[in-house]
């Protein structure tokens, strides 16, 4: 079946423009992940969304990320103003429930602040 | 807090020959989950191999082998009869049962070489 997926590839970007990153889970995952992979910080993570309650937004590094989830499917990962230090690699995966579940991956945004 | 700690940035093996990729971890809790996932060039991450700490036998998927010495906190991963194809970036992972982020090591980058 199909795996995550994730839109645009790549996304070059001025500082203080806002940018949106798109994930779709794989079918009836209910559990979704933001993670961002820098060459400073390695792998962080950013939010998690499971079913209809209030996601975990511990990982968020500054108000100017945020992200929503639309009908328990498909997510948006905002960074408004952004900066150079937003450069970086933003993954998604979902599971099928919690986080001890097998989490899968999509192939990534690679995101460029000039 | 829990870290996983994976001490080698770098390892090279030679075609059809053994590696093994070392990973520690540090936690409290009784009842987790470990992983292996690999990052080629692509970018996407792709698991190798999961790791339930109850279970005393150790996790294999075909030519992967995991060594899981739960007193240690010791992971390590073990490729058999190695091919080009194993060539990536191979993270090690930690998650607890309550759990919603995947906390990761560094990361070891593989070469394979003919």
């Known amino acids: 079946g199909a795996g995550v997926s994730q839109s645009p590839s790549n996304k070059v970007t001025e500082k203080g423009k806002d940018v949106e990153l798109r994930c779709d889970p794989i079918?009836?995952?209910?559990?979704l992940y933001w993670y961002r992979q820098s060459l400073g910080q390695g792998l962080e993570f950013l939010i998690y969304f499971q079913g209809n309650s209030a996601p975990d937004k511990s990982g968020l590094p500054s108000d100017r990320f945020s992200a929503e989830r639309t009908g328990g499917s498909v997510s948006t990962l905002t960074i408004q103003r952004t900066q150079q230090e937003d450069s970086a690699v933003y993954l998604c995966?979902?599971?099928?429930?919690?986080?001890?579940?097998?989490?899968?991956f999509g192939p990534g945004t690679r995101l460029t602040v000039l | 807090a829990q870290t996983v700690t994976q001490s080698q940035p770098e390892m090279s093996v030679q075609e059809a020959e053994t590696v093994t990729l070392s990973c520690t971890y540090d936690t409290s809790e009784s009842d987790y989950y470990l992983f292996w996932y690999k990052q080629p060039p692509s970018r996407q991450m792709i698991l190798v191999i999961r790791q339930e700490a109850y279970k005393q036998q150790n996790a294999t998927e075909n030519r992967f082998s995991v060594n899981f010495q739960k007193a240690a906190k010791s992971f390590s991963l073990k490729i058999s009869d190695s091919q080009l194809g194993d060539a990536a970036m191979y993270f090690c992972a930690y998650i607890n049962q309550a759990g919603t982020a995947l906390i990761f090591g560094k990361g070891t980058t593989l070469s394979v070489s003919s």
């Open positions: 995966a979902s599971s099928l429930f919690r986080g001890s579940d097998t989490q899968y």
């Open positions: 079918s009836g995952h209910t559990a």
